[in-house]
C-alpha cells in the first residue's frame, strides 16, 4: 500500500498535469473562453485524462481494466488512445472526433492534433510499429501518419497529408503521398546550403567588383529594412498578460491550425505553373514564327489555335 505522501506527491503531479493540458487549450484555440466549459464540454481534454488514467492501469499490467477505460472513451469522445501509446504534457487534440493513435506511438510535448488525424502502422510485425511525434508537432485535420519513423521537432503536416518516411525538424509535408515544402531541405528531406554559406560565397565573388558589392549591400539593407519586424515590447504594453502570452507563443510556433502555413503552396500547383509560363512562352514564340513566315510566303496559311490559361488547370485556383 503506498504511502500518505506518496499519495500527495501522485496527486500534486496530477493536478500540475491538468493544469497544464487546460493551459494549452487556450494557449492553442481562440474559442477557449472559461476553464469550466474546457473541461466540460472538450472532448480532447476528457480522451487524455482517461488516457493518462489507462496508461498508468497499463503500467501496473492492468491490461484488461485499462483497454476498457480506453474502449469507454472511445464512445465517449470519439477519439481512440491505446493505453499504451506514451504522450507526453500539454498535448492538444482539437475538436478531435476520428482521432486514432496506435499502441506504440510515442508523443512528445506541445504536440497538436485536429479532428480525424491517424497516428497508425502499416505492419502486423510486433514492436514499434507507429510514429514518433517530437515536440511541437502540428498534425492536420484528416492527416495520416503511418509507420515506425520520427517527425522532427516543430515539424508540420498539412490536412490530409499522408505520410509514410521521416519528417526534419522543421519541416511541412502536404499531399498524398506527402511532399515537403521547406526552405532549408530538398525534396529527399537533405539540408540545403544555409543562408551563411550563401552569403559568403556571394561576398567572395562580388569582392572583384567593389562598386558591384556596395550596390549588393545597398539591396540587403533595404530588404532588411522592409523586414524589421514589429516591435514586441510595444505591442506587449497594450495587450493583456494573457494576449501577450499568446502573442509569445504564436511568434514561437506560428498559429497553423491545419498543420500549414497561410502562405505556402503545393509543390504541384508549383509545377503546373512553371509548366504553363514554360508553354505560354512557347505559345509566344509559335505568333511570332507564323508572322515572319506569313510575310515570307502569303499564301502561308496562318491558324488560330486555342491558347491555355490559368482558368483551364483548376490546381492554380
Not at 508540420?156 to 498524398?176: E, F, Q, R, Y
Request: hydrophobic share 40%; glycine share 8%.
Amino acid at each position: 500500500m503506498r504511502s500518505p505522501k506518496s499519495l500527495l506527491k501522485t496527486l500534486s503531479k496530477i493536478k500540475q498535469e491538468v493544469s497544464e493540458d487546460i493551459s494549452a487549450v487556450f494557449d492553442r484555440d481562440p474559442a477557449a473562453r472559461t476553464t469550466a466549459e474546457v473541461m466540460f464540454t472538450y472532448p480532447g481534454i476528457h480522451a487524455l485524462l482517461l488516457h493518462r488514467g489507462a496508461h498508468y492501469l497499463w503500467q501496473q499490467d492492468q491490461k484488461f481494466v485499462a483497454r476498457a477505460i480506453s474502449y469507454g472513451s472511445r464512445i465517449i469522445t470519439g477519439i481512440e488512445i491505446h493505453p499504451a501509446a506514451k504522450i507526453g504534457r500539454r498535448f492538444f487534440i482539437d475538436h478531435g472526433v476520428g482521432v486514432v493513435i496506435g499502441e506504440t506511438a510515442e508523443i512528445g510535448n506541445d504536440v497538436t492534433l485536429y479532428h480525424g488525424v491517424t497516428l497508425g502502422g502499416v505492419s502486423w510485425n510486433e514492436g514499434k510499429r507507429h510514429p514518433t511525434l517530437e515536440d511541437g508537432v502540428v498534425v492536420g485535420a484528416g492527416a495520416k501518419v503511418l509507420g515506425p519513423f520520427t517527425v522532427g521537432k516543430n515539424a508540420k503536416i498539412g490536412s490530409n497529408a499522408v505520410v509514410v518516411k521521416p519528417v526534419p525538424a522543421g519541416a511541412t509535408m502536404v499531399g498524398s503521398a506527402a511532399r515537403m515544402i521547406s526552405e532549408h531541405h530538398d525534396e529527399n528531406g537533405a539540408p540545403l546550403e544555409t543562408a551563411a554559406k550563401k552569403a559568403d560565397v556571394k561576398h567572395k565573388v562580388d569582392a572583384k567588383d567593389e562598386s558591384t558589392d556596395i550596390l549588393a549591400q545597398d539591396k540587403v539593407s533595404e530588404q532588411d529594412a522592409l523586414l524589421q519586424p514589429v516591435d514586441t515590447k510595444t505591442l506587449e504594453q497594450s495587450l493583456s498578460k494573457e494576449d501577450c502570452q499568446k502573442l509569445r507563443l504564436a511568434q514561437a510556433f506560428g498559429f497553423t491550425a491545419y498543420g500549414l502555413e497561410p502562405g505556402s503552396q503545393d509543390p504541384v500547383a508549383e509545377a503546373f505553373a512553371k509548366m504553363l509560363a514554360h508553354i505560354q512562352q512557347s505559345e509566344a514564340r509559335l505568333d511570332e514564327l507564323q508572322a515572319a513566315i506569313c510575310k515570307l510566303d502569303p499564301n502561308f496559311c496562318k491558324k488560330e489555335y486555342e491558347k491555355l490559361s490559368a482558368k483551364d488547370l483548376d490546381v492554380l485556383d
